[in-house]
């Protein structure tokens, strides 16, 4: 017998499921192999420590519960496939998300640029330049309040009035 095929048998060894040739030539190459006593010994003492524990009776129904559970785990499974090819889909819009990224670096870039011009023109201007700019915007602001139809509306109101009057 060779190491190779005693590691084989160890179990059926220990499990006294050899044939009595088997038994025979197992014994005398383990008392002649020191490799092959080393990995017997360190397999049988993991076998008897299994001796030790206690017989476990499987619960009723405890197969067809274990297959129940296989079966949820494959869901999982499945379930974390499917998130998997989310992320891909996700990832395929990796270029609409640069692009958008972008586009906001440029209007920011470009904001700033327009800040720093303005800045720069303020800078070169004269205290008279300044008041008369803002002389402007004030007047464009009365533009904006002349666009509001105030005597237009407080005639509505004064009509109101007058129809509230005859009415009591
Ligand atoms: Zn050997």
Same mark, same amino acid.
């Given at each position: ?9 160890? $179990?059926?060894? *220990?499990? @006294? ?12 190459h ?5 490799e092959?006593?080393?990995? $017997?010994?360190?397999?049988?003492r ?5 001796? &030790?524990?206690?017989n ?5 129904n405890y ?11 494959? @869901?999982?499974v ?18 609409? $998300?640069?692009? *958008? ?10 904001n ?28 464009? @602001? $009365? ?16 009509? *109101?009035?007058?129809?509230? &009057?005859?009415?009591?």
């Amino acid at each position: 017998m060779d190491c190779k095929r005693l590691k084989s048998q160890i $179990y059926e060894y *220990l499990d @006294n499921e050899l044939q009595e040739a088997d038994m025979q030539q197992f014994s005398e190459h383990l008392g002649a192999c020191a490799e092959c006593q080393k990995a $017997y010994e360190a397999i049988k003492r993991t076998w008897d420590a299994l001796e &030790v524990l206690p017989n476990v009776e499987p619960t009723p129904n405890y197969m067809s519960r274990f297959w129940a559970e296989v079966a949820t785990r494959q @869901n999982v499974v499945d379930r974390a496939r499917a998130r998997l090819s989310q992320m891909f889909l996700t990832w395929k819009l990796v270029p609409v $998300y640069v692009s *958008l990224c972008l586009a906001i670096s440029v209007f920011a870039i470009r904001n700033y640029m327009q800040f720093e011009q303005s800045r720069q023109i303020l800078a070169e201007m004269s205290q008279e330049e300044i008041e008369m700019v803002e002389y402007i915007e004030l007047a464009e @602001n $009365y533009e904006l309040i002349d666009e509001i139809e105030f005597f237009e509306d407080f005639e509505i109101i004064q009509n *109101l009035d007058d129809l509230s &009057v005859t009415q009591s």
